[in-house]
């Protein structure tokens, strides 16, 4: 079993649409839980960070960690077509909290 | 905004050649990393470093790699003798110091690395 799993789409949706991103996980020793934008030729750029299970929101974004399942979620509302880019989840555990494991990626197309 | 600058943004070298990737972290920030993400595939860590020295690295991290940070202001990579399998876009990325408690990394641009 990999140890971070996201589905890679790609994921095509019409502006407005509410879009669901997620990533399982096997390792019950990560602590600490990212989402990573990441357009076209340029580095992954953190939208949200939560640490442990709950909620958390930010604008449009509302981040999601359920430990118990091992499985994280990204919302975005009212998405825009600027929104159109590869999303990566990436996780750490606790004494190795800057080593991220990342997901494969998921490309969102937000069609206008 | 604050930013982590990389250098080149290309480079292709022929298989068995030494290559220095350069990066200029955020000036206030005191752990530096690099990353890799083969074409189709996941980003990698690779090596974190801290207080001049390792403080992490990967198994991907092997004798052909070294990092440093010659002055107070660049870090690099350096792979010694460039193999095919190591095409890739290399990420450069810093974060606070130790007591902060975030992980929040930010990343470079990426320096693509081409290998014949």
């Known amino acids: 079993q990999k140890e971070v799993e996201q589905d890679p789409g790609p994921l095509s949706v019409p502006e407005g649409a509410i879009v669901s991103l997620n990533c399982t996980y096997s390792?019950?020793?990560?602590?600490?839980f990212m989402w990573y934008r990441q357009y076209s030729r340029k580095g992954p750029e953190l939208l949200m960070y939560?640490?442990?299970?709950g909620n958390k929101e930010d604008g449009r974004f509302t981040a999601q960690v359920d430990k118990s399942s091992k499985y994280i979620s990204l919302f975005i509302r009212d998405s825009q077509p600027s929104d159109s880019a590869t999303y990566l989840c990436a996780m750490s555990a606790r004494g190795s909290a800057r080593q991220l494991t990342f997901g494969s990626g998921t490309q969102l197309t937000v069609l206008p | 905004e604050p930013e982590v600058t990389q250098t080149p943004s290309h480079q292709v070298t022929q298989m068995g050649q030494e290559v220095i990737l350069r990066c200029v972290p955020i000036?206030?920030?005191?752990?530096f990393y690099w990353y890799r993400q083969i074409l189709g595939q996941k980003v990698e860590f690779l090596v974190s470093f801290y207080n001049n020295e390792i403080s992490e690295k990967s198994e991907i991290f092997d004798d052909q790699f070294s990092v440093e940070r010659p002055d107070g202001s660049n870090f690099t990579l350096k792979i010694r003798s460039t193999k095919l399998e190591d095409s890739a876009m290399y990420f450069c990325?810093?974060?606070?110091?130790?007591?902060?408690?975030?992980?929040?990394?930010?990343f470079g641009a990426g320096s693509r690395l081409t290998v014949l």
């Open positions: 990325a810093s974060s606070e110091g130790v007591f902060s408690g975030a992980n929040v990394l930010t």
């Open positions: 939560t640490y442990s299970s």
């Open positions: 390792n019950s020793a990560f602590q600490y």
């Open positions: 000036s206030n920030h005191l752990y």
